[in-house]
């Protein structure tokens, strides 16, 4: 089993940054795989980056330039900061991990999630 718990969320005016938190705990391989969704009011899921299996950062288009991907492997944690908020970044933004296929955005190829954290952005 794995256990994600996100952090960091919060309230910003538009322009304003902020960096989310994302702890794994149990299989370390069971965890790998992970990423960053979000979901707005009254939307679906949608990837926001992801980790690949090379190590690499993969973005949506809009959040390109905006948002960074980092790992801490030795506090098992991924963070994404995200600069330039706009009120369309609003949404509840969650870890998953346990990715089952090459697919980085696919929300249904995630085995794990966390309870998630609530990104409002005003302007």
């Known amino acids: 089993q794995v256990q994600l718990v996100e952090s960091g969320g919060g309230s910003v005016q538009s322009g304003g940054s902020l960096r989310l938190s994302c702890v794994a705990s149990g299989s370390t391989y069971s965890r790998a795989g992970m990423a960053w969704f979000r979901q707005p009011p009254g939307k679906e899921r949608e990837g926001v980056a992801a980790?690949?299996?090379?190590?690499?950062?993969s973005y949506a288009d809009s959040v390109k330039g905006r948002f960074a991907l980092s790992k801490d492997n030795g506090k098992n944690t991924l963070y994404l900061q995200m600069n330039s908020l706009e009120p369309e970044d609003t949404a509840m933004y969650y870890c998953?991990?346990?990715?089952?296929?090459?697919?980085?955005?696919?929300?249904?190829?995630?085995?794990?999630w966390g309870q998630g954290t609530q990104v409002t952005v005003s302007s």
């Open positions: 998953a991990a346990g990715r089952r296929s090459p697919w980085l955005f696919r929300a249904g190829d995630y085995n794990y």
């Open positions: 980790i690949d299996s090379t190590g690499r950062s």
